[in-house]
């Protein structure tokens, strides 16, 4: 390996990565940059080229051509007008202001979605179950159902068979086209593996119930199902003819990413786009359109720089633009598969028509029909993404409902008031300058003024004069810490036995039963949204009861064990008897 000794590095340069080439509505060719996932952007200074001295020619940008030489007459090219999109065509003329005269071939009637109809008939016809569900309804253990699914070997005669039905590879990362997929939750499978399935457990309940014995198992060998050794072998090799008639090697693998249709549902685009092909073919007639600019041509040797980004469905109908490559140029077909790669999306296409280099894309479709193109060499017709609209068309599109944000208020008056907003809504005001901090930075967070009250002019009622918050929860007032205990005692003082003084709680935050207090929450707080009529009242503001003052036991009204008694109460002297 070889390198290059850079020395200290002080600086980095971050460094916008070329991903192509870019065609513009004038028919410049400039230059696209973009992040490159897994390339590193930044590099030291010193390792930067000011000047290249030989160019990349595939690589340089270059000015608009005029239309008469971009285009000149007789040139074909692709319409990319909504009228007849993506059909051939071929300049008969120019015009001033960049504009051409176009000969079109247009078809009378718009071509049918069959490609996508019968992609969603085939998904709803085979749906696909996942393996836990699986395992319940055969009554298998889930690794034993792994084991048949997969590669499952067994040692027999010295020989390594592999009895599996292999519907799924997880360390390749490959299922079973029609068979097995793999989604986040997990694995799950279509109807003709569950019946393979079946079959399988029909046919050789034995082996089966062995592997179910013992579902953490490894290393297998044949006596292990079968003690007599001739019978052992003679079974494994019924397993393998089996498994060979019914041809599990045989079965297509694809990536686990990939989206690929099986032969069934190919063979059915097939017969639709041979009767598409049938009535169409009485229904192309040509056209002559005057007027068409420069952004509604595609010219085949720049088609990779206007088709790269677009999207693609399984069961899209395309047209293939290049004027180079084993495809034909305008040959129409359906996407019945799609791999993604880190550089480009390939797509499975079954084309309309055969042609010699054509492929039956490993015995999907019929020979001569299919061929795996790359994304930017193609049109996409169901999905209409590199459309040049005309001035009407412009005009009769719906516009964006979306108003800005703006200064200036309600109206012109208003536009020396700082507010933003919709015209004819409610606006946005920048607020005020807050007046100076006047008391404690605490009290300022808890929304009280210097002098004790809170925003807004409101004083509750009650003792201790605390503050109240805008959202209606009370503020503990700020007291300085009390020099002495309560009652006269010393601070910490505890009594015999723990108890602490009478309405004291046992701990700094505790209530009068010894319980610390953790919901400071508004008792109100969703009343008003769930019930509009409620009015919120002052508690204290409440009538006392009838027979407050009425006899109950010794001592009648009042705290404590009798009324009259207890420390600072004054005593009165009985009167005394007169006599005689």
């Not at 016809?125 to 055969?138: D, G, K, N």
């Not at 469905?313 to 799609?338: F, H, K």
């Not at 003024?449 to 109240?468: A, D, I, K, L, T």
């Not at 010393?490 to 709680?505: D, E, K, N, T």
Request: contains cysteine.
């Amino acid at each position: 390996r070889l390198g290059v000794i850079i020395g200290t590095v002080e600086s980095l340069v971050t460094v916008d990565m070329l991903v192509g080439l870019r065609k513009t509505e004038d028919g410049a060719t400039v230059k696209e940059y973009a992040p490159i996932p897994g390339m590193e952007p930044d590099f030291a200074t010193q390792t930067i080229v000011d000047h290249v001295i030989s160019e990349d020619q595939r690589f340089l940008e270059k000015e608009a051509l005029p239309i008469e030489e971009d285009f000149p007459i007789s040139a074909k090219a692709f319409f990319l007008g909504d009228v007849a999109y993506g059909r051939p065509m071929t300049v008969t003329g120019h015009l001033l202001g960049d504009r051409a005269e176009c000969w079109v071939s247009m078809l009378l009637a718009r071509e049918p979605e069959f490609g996508r109809d019968i992609v969603m008939q085939a998904e709803r016809a085979t749906p696909y179950t996942p393996s836990y569900r699986v395992a319940q309804m055969l009554n298998l253990h889930p690794l034993v159902l792994s084991k048949l699914t997969s590669a499952f070997n067994v040692l027999s005669s010295g020989l390594r068979l592999n009895l599996g039905l292999n519907l799924k590879f997880e360390a390749k990362k490959l299922k079973v086209l029609g068979y097995s997929r793999k989604n986040q939750s997990g694995w799950e499978y279509s109807q003709k593996a569950i019946d393979l399935l079946v079959q399988y457990m029909m046919r050789f309940p034995e082996f089966i119930a062995r592997i179910g014995a013992n579902p953490t198992g490894d290393g297998w060998e044949d006596t292990a199902f079968y003690p007599n050794p001739t019978e052992a072998k003679a079974k494994m090799k019924e397993i393998g003819a089996w498994l060979k008639s019914v041809e599990t090697k045989a079965f297509e693998r694809v990536p686990l990413e990939a989206e690929q249709l099986d032969g069934d549902v190919v063979m059915q685009i097939e017969q639709a786009a041979d009767a598409n092909m049938a009535k169409t073919a009485e229904h192309i007639k040509g056209r002559k359109i005057d007027g068409v600019p420069r952004s509604a041509l595609l010219k085949p040797s720049d088609a990779e720089q206007l088709t790269q980004h677009q999207r693609f469905r399984i069961g899209d109908r395309i047209v293939y633009v290049l004027d180079s490559g084993r495809v034909p140029i305008a040959m129409r077909g359906t996407v019945v598969g799609l791999t993604r790669t880190s550089r480009q999306t390939l797509l499975d296409v079954v084309f309309d028509s055969t042609f010699m280099s054509a492929t039956t894309l490993n015995g999907r479709c019929s020979p001569f029909r299919g061929s795996t193109v790359p994304s930017n060499a193609v049109l996409n017709l169901s999905e209409r993404q590199v459309v040049a609209m005309s001035e009407a068309a412009k005009a009769r599109a719906p516009s964006r409902q979306s108003l800005p944000l703006r200064p200036g208020g309600r109206g012109a008056a208003s536009s020396a008031v700082n507010g933003y907003g919709a015209p004819g809504g409610p606006q946005l005001r920048q607020a005020g300058t807050p007046p100076a901090l006047r008391g404690s930075f605490r009290g300022a967070v808890a929304g009280i003024n210097g002098n004790g009250v809170p925003r807004g002019g409101f004083v509750p009622r009650g003792r201790g004069g605390g503050g109240q918050q805008p959202n209606g929860q009370q503020v503990p007032p700020s007291y300085p810490p009390p020099r002495g205990g309560m009652n006269g005692e010393a601070p910490g003082f505890a009594p015999r036995g723990g108890v602490g003084p009478r309405g004291a709680g046992p701990g700094r935050g505790g209530n009068r039963q010894g319980y610390t207090v953790i919901d400071n929450t508004d008792p109100t707080e969703g009343v008003v949204r769930n019930n509009p009529g409620f009015r919120p009242q002052n508690y204290n503001n409440v009538a006392p009861p009838a027979d407050l003052n009425n006899d109950r036991g010794r001592g009648g009204r009042g705290r404590g064990r009798g009324r009259g008694r207890g420390r600072g109460d004054a005593v009165v002297a009985p009167a005394a008897t007169p006599t005689s």
